[in-house]
């Protein structure tokens, strides 16, 4: 279990003009590509298509972000629309973040283990954290909740802010078809 988030592009492909055997072929594709060849649409054949092009597990900054800028602060596992111009703020977001901190060597967190008998062991190892944590809190906080992981300002979280720039940019290029919408769901 933990925070699965999805980012997803839609499109909607219509049949709406017969004459063209680009749209008719594109629509039979479909079709095909999706078992239902057999139950094709005569009258008005249409199809909405919907994939996912980003995927987050546990990078909950990312997520409270999506929350507080797309879904009005309330965090319930619904689906939300995302602009394009929401995505460029994300990604210049990240890499502003990015930008601004500099690491030091301390301890990374790996974890916690409970033992019956009440003791808990703290498990971590040398690596990477945030030395200034008061600009990355103010800039792109982290957030705790039920299955969310860490929230500490350390390489993870900075591995997260550069996954997001690598997914998010090739989104945001001239060649990702303009035609799609994005929406953005999380469950947990």
Same mark, same amino acid.
């Given at each position: 279990?933990?925070?699965?988030?999805? *980012?997803?592009?839609?499109?909607?492909?219509?049949?709406?003009? @017969?004459?063209?055997?680009?749209?008719?072929?594109?629509?039979?594709?479909?079709?095909?590509?999706?078992? *239902?060849?057999?139950?094709?649409?005569?009258?008005?054949?249409?199809?909405?298509?919907?994939?996912?092009v980003?995927?987050?597990?546990?990078?909950?900054? #990312?997520?409270?972000?999506?929350?507080? @800028?797309?879904?009005?602060?309330?965090?319930?596992?619904?689906?939300?629309y995302?602009?394009?111009d929401?995505?460029?703020? *994300?990604?210049? *977001?990240?890499?502003?973040v990015?930008?601004?901190?500099?690491?030091v060597?301390?301890?990374?967190?790996?974890? /916690?283990?409970?033992?019956?008998?009440?003791? #808990?062991?703290?498990?971590?190892?040398?690596?990477?954290? #945030?030395?200034?944590?008061?600009? &990355?809190?103010?800039?792109?906080?982290? &957030?705790?909740?039920?299955?969310?992981?860490?929230?500490?300002?350390? %390489?993870?979280?900075?591995?997260?802010?550069?996954?997001? #720039?690598?997914q998010? /940019?090739?989104?945001?290029? %001239?060649?990702?078809?303009?035609?799609?919408?994005? @929406?953005?769901?999380?469950?947990?």
């Amino acid at each position: 279990m933990g925070l699965d988030m999805y *980012l997803e592009a839609e499109t909607y492909v219509g049949g709406w003009n @017969h004459g063209r055997v680009e749209e008719k072929a594109r629509y039979a594709q479909l079709l095909e590509l999706a078992g *239902l060849s057999a139950f094709a649409c005569d009258g008005s054949p249409s199809a909405t298509v919907r994939v996912t092009v980003a995927y987050w597990r546990k990078a909950n900054a #990312i997520h409270k972000w999506f929350v507080d @800028h797309c879904q009005e602060g309330n965090d319930d596992c619904r689906d939300s629309y995302v602009s394009r111009d929401e995505l460029a703020e *994300l990604v210049a *977001l990240c890499q502003s973040v990015l930008d601004s901190v500099e690491t030091v060597e301390g301890r990374v967190s790996e974890g /916690t283990t409970h033992y019956a008998d009440g003791r #808990i062991e703290n498990h971590s190892r040398l690596g990477a954290v #945030i030395a200034q944590t008061a600009i &990355a809190a103010a800039k792109l906080p982290t &957030a705790s909740g039920f299955f969310f992981g860490k929230t500490d300002y350390d %390489e993870d979280y900075l591995d997260d802010l550069r996954d997001t #720039i690598k997914q998010l /940019t090739p989104l945001l290029s %001239e060649e990702f078809p303009k035609d799609y919408s994005f @929406h953005y769901h999380a469950s947990w």
